[in-house]
C-alpha cells in the first residue's frame, strides 16, 4: 500500500474518542470484524493512541496477557485463534529492514497482523490492509479513520 493510498480508499468510518478507555473501545470493535490474514496498519504521530487501540484489538480477540508496544523486540506474537502478530516499525528504516527480520514471509500466513508506524514499510503492505489513520485532536481526544473495514 503506498501512503498516498492511505487516504483515497472508499470504505472511511471516523470515531471520535475522549480517553484512552473509548480508544481501547474503538479497538475492541475493530477486532470484531477482523478475520485470518488481516493486516491491520495504524498510522499516527507519537503518543497517538496506537498502542492503545493495538491494545483494544488484542482485547476483542480475548488475548488476557499484557499487550505492549513491541519498540525493541519489532514482533510480538499472542496465541490466539487466530495468533495475533503485534509489529512496530518505529525502529525500522525502511522495507528492506523488514524484509531482513521476516516480516514479508510473515505477513500473509494465518494471523492477524497489527502493525504500528505502518508508513515506514509501505511496500511490505498488502493492498487490502485495513488503514486505521489516529489523529490527535486534544489533551484525551483523538480523531480515528479507519479505512476499507467495515465496522460491526
Given at each position: 500500500?503506498?501512503?498516498?493510498?492511505?487516504?483515497?480508499r472508499?470504505?472511511?468510518?471516523?470515531?471520535?474518542?475522549?480517553?484512552?478507555?473509548?480508544?481501547?473501545?474503538?479497538?475492541?470493535?475493530?477486532?470484531?470484524?477482523?478475520?485470518?490474514?488481516?493486516?491491520?496498519?495504524?498510522?499516527?504521530?507519537?503518543?497517538?493512541?496506537?498502542?492503545?487501540?493495538?491494545?483494544?484489538?488484542?482485547?476483542?480477540?480475548?488475548?488476557?496477557?499484557?499487550?505492549?508496544?513491541?519498540?525493541?523486540?519489532?514482533?510480538?506474537?499472542?496465541?490466539?485463534?487466530?495468533?495475533?502478530?503485534?509489529?512496530?516499525?518505529?525502529?525500522?528504516?525502511?522495507?528492506?529492514?523488514?524484509?531482513?527480520?521476516?516480516?514479508?514471509?510473515?505477513?500473509?500466513?494465518?494471523?492477524?497482523?497489527?502493525?504500528?508506524?505502518?508508513?515506514?514499510?509501505?511496500?511490505?503492505?498488502?493492498?487490502?490492509?485495513?488503514?486505521v489513520?489516529?489523529?490527535?485532536?486534544?489533551?484525551?481526544?483523538?480523531?480515528?479513520?479507519?479505512?476499507?473495514?467495515?465496522?460491526?
Amino acid at each position: 500500500m503506498k501512503p498516498e493510498d492511505f487516504l483515497t480508499r472508499k470504505s472511511v468510518v471516523e470515531l471520535e474518542t475522549n480517553s484512552e478507555e473509548e480508544t481501547f473501545a474503538v479497538g475492541k470493535r475493530i477486532a470484531e470484524s477482523l478475520t485470518a490474514g488481516m493486516v491491520v496498519a495504524l498510522r499516527g504521530t507519537l503518543g497517538s493512541g496506537k498502542t492503545c487501540l493495538a491494545k483494544g484489538i488484542a482485547g476483542g480477540l480475548k488475548i488476557k496477557e499484557n499487550v505492549t508496544s513491541p519498540t525493541y523486540t519489532i514482533i510480538n506474537e499472542y496465541d490466539t485463534t487466530p495468533p495475533l502478530f503485534h509489529i512496530d516499525a518505529y525502529r525500522l528504516n525502511n522495507d528492506e529492514d523488514f524484509e531482513q527480520i521476516g516480516g514479508r514471509e510473515l505477513i500473509g500466513g494465518g494471523g492477524i497482523y497489527v502493525i504500528e508506524w505502518s508508513e515506514r514499510i509501505p511496500k511490505s503492505l498488502p493492498s487490502d490492509a485495513v488503514a486505521v489513520e489516529l489523529e490527535i485532536t486534544g489533551s484525551s481526544s483523538r480523531l480515528i479513520r479507519v479505512f476499507g473495514l467495515e465496522l460491526k
